[in-house]
């Protein structure tokens, strides 16, 4: 037993109980640890004070220390799971100080505190993994279905103008009418005289050439009645011999053929 440790077996581990300590506190501020320190420190004072042959007070001694810890370690299994990142976040040591004491340490009690403690913290970060997933899940859900919804009303605002489109037309030519000037519409009614008399003249002018073919051949027969006789008598003759002339050439004609 020469050169032993005063902290005989607590010795690898009694770094934890500060690791603990500070852990608990962070979840809550109202869990001060200062009386359990003092009582903490003197039973280390009085371990430390054994004769180094007195193995069975050393013992009794390091079973307190055991009781300390098994203490801290329910403090730290009572932390509500919502406060348990805060508590990992307290110390990077503090997981492998509690993974610690769940393999190695001699107290069956204190290993398996440890061991409840890890499985609170795995099933505390899953949930809070789940959690985060979720609402993560519900936020890319929201941003999916937001194109969708921006298209169905970008799609109802094209089809309400397309059929507000011949309406604002009408509006706006009856707009333009309403604010035509007197001298606008004197003008136009101007336009439509001078159209419509346009259209007067050409019926008036083919109304005219028509007489004028009807009467000619009047005209003409009325000239050879008024003709002297000896005239219109030669002006036959001379139709005749013109036909003469028409039938001999169309006979010779056919004969040639």
């Not at 039973?43 to 390091?62: Q, S, W």
Request: aromatic share 4%; glycine share 8%.
């Amino acid at each position: 037993m020469a050169g032993q440790s005063p902290l005989r077996r607590w010795k690898p581990f009694f770094a934890s109980f500060g690791l603990v300590d500070a852990a608990i506190e962070a979840a809550g501020p109202a869990l001060r640890r200062d009386e359990i320190r003092g009582a903490r420190g003197e039973v280390v004072e009085l371990l430390c004070g054994v004769p180094a042959g007195d193995a069975g007070k050393a013992e009794e001694l390091c079973v307190a220390l055991d009781g300390f810890m098994a203490e801290s370690l329910l403090t730290l299994l009572a932390v509500p799971a919502e406060a348990v990142p805060s508590v990992l976040a307290s110390s990077a040591g503090l997981p492998k100080a509690v993974g610690a004491l769940r393999i190695h340490h001699q107290s069956a009690r204190v290993r398996g505190l440890a061991r409840d403690v890890t499985r609170g913290w795995t099933a505390a970060v899953e949930g809070d993994v789940a959690r985060a997933k979720e609402r993560f899940d519900a936020v890319r859900g929201v941003n999916k279905a937001a194109p969708k919804l921006d298209a169905k009303r970008g799609s109802a605002e094209v089809e309400k103008k397309k059929m507000e489109a011949p309406e604002a037309s009408r509006r706006s030519s009856l707009d333009v009418k309403k604010r035509e000037s007197p001298e606008e519409k004197e003008r136009m009614e101007a336009t439509k005289r001078k159209l419509r008399e346009g259209y007067q003249e050409a019926e008036d002018a083919k109304r005219q050439r028509k007489i004028q073919v009807i009467t000619a051949p009047k005209m003409v027969e009325q000239r050879r009645r008024e003709m002297h006789p000896i005239l219109r008598d030669r002006s036959r003759a001379r139709c005749g011999t013109s036909a003469a002339v028409v039938r001999r050439s169309l006979v010779s004609s056919f004969n040639r053929v």
